[in-house]
């Protein structure tokens, strides 16, 4: 089968034939119909600093999976070829494109553990976009942001994962204001829900938020975070795009605010975005491209052209 494999930093991903993965124990075939593109993958490919996260190499790059399973090993009895699933990428197992062969592959093979079923009414372009992406916003605002109804919640950066991070703030019933530098977003996030944008989460200082969710981070976004929460409140830091931030330590401190940090989520968040999915309430902005645009694809992400989520599409 064809794969988009990795094999050392700074190098395009080099199209491979590779043999078709086999079933053990546990495990099932899935038959890629949807492959996420993803930051992250652009770092990998960028920085060696991620070589070390990569369990070997070559290894078939795609973290954000989801497909039709079309074999099951030995003692599989939850799952059917026919199912159609996403995969955790943050089960014990680890994750697809790190941890063993991802999605820039026809067939990945995986453990059931990592397996969430995708409803039948939602497309495996979203399928993929919700494992990583949705599942990371949603435990960021739900889990870690303890956002519910009344909440007042700022929301920092309206780029993939904070779009779908204020949709699901929305959705709990919570009162959301948007800061992003971008003002040609703004129309979009007064379409998913949310009360007020500005360039800055300090314009919202009068407002008392409860919480803000930083999807940004960077080291200025976090600082105004802490300056602009309410006394009390808490900051949820998903963004790395700095990898230091210079912050106040007395507004953190007499204005006690707690500062959490969010990665990933669990298999519960992908239910989770799935469920709105399948509702029609949460529709994130996705663009589709074959499988053998992926190394452009990536090319156009790391140029900060793509608005929304990127996914690559094998069939339906």
Avoid at 81 to 89: E, H, S
Wanted: hydrophobic letters at 45%; aromatic letters at 6%.
């Amino acid at each position: 089968m064809k794969a988009w494999q990795f094999t050392t930093t700074h190098e395009p991903l080099v199209l491979t034939e590779v043999p078709e993965p086999r079933a053990r124990p546990g495990e099932v075939v899935v038959d890629v119909r949807a492959a996420g593109l993803c930051h992250t993958d652009v770092g990998v490919l960028e920085d060696e600093g991620w070589l070390s996260t990569l369990v070997r190499t070559p290894i078939t790059m795609g973290h954000e999976v989801a497909g039709v399973v079309s074999a099951v090993g030995e003692g599989v009895t939850e799952f059917s070829t026919g199912d159609r699933v996403g995969i955790c990428p943050t089960t014990p197992l680890g994750a697809p494109g790190f941890n063993y062969d991802g999605g820039f592959g026809e067939q990945v093979v995986v453990g059931t553990d990592a397996l969430v079923r995708i409803p039948a009414n939602v497309s495996f372009a979203l399928g993929a976009a919700g494992t990583d992406a949705g599942m990371t916003s949603h435990h960021a605002v739900i889990a870690n942001g303890q956002v519910t109804a009344g909440t007042r919640v700022g929301i920092i950066g309206l780029g993939g994962l904070g779009q779908i991070g204020a949709r699901v703030a929305v959705l709990a019933g919570a009162e959301v204001y948007a800061a992003e530098v971008n003002e040609k977003v703004w129309p979009l996030a007064r379409e998913i829900g949310a009360k007020d944008v500005k360039p800055s989460i300090a314009a919202f200082k009068d407002v008392g938020l409860d919480v803000v969710v930083d999807f940004a981070g960077f080291g200025t976004t976090t600082a105004e975070a802490i300056e602009t929460v309410r006394t009390g409140g808490r900051v949820v830091q998903v963004g790395m795009g700095r990898l230091e931030a210079t912050i106040s330590t007395k507004a953190l401190i007499l204005s006690q605010v707690t500062l959490i940090g969010s990665n990933g989520g669990t298999k519960e968040d992908v239910q989770g975005v799935y469920d709105h999915f399948a509702s029609g309430q949460l529709a994130p902005a996705v663009t589709e491209i074959g499988f053998d645009e992926i190394p452009e694809g990536l090319e156009r992400l790391a140029r900060g052209e793509v608005v929304g989520r990127l996914v690559a599409v094998l069939g339906e």
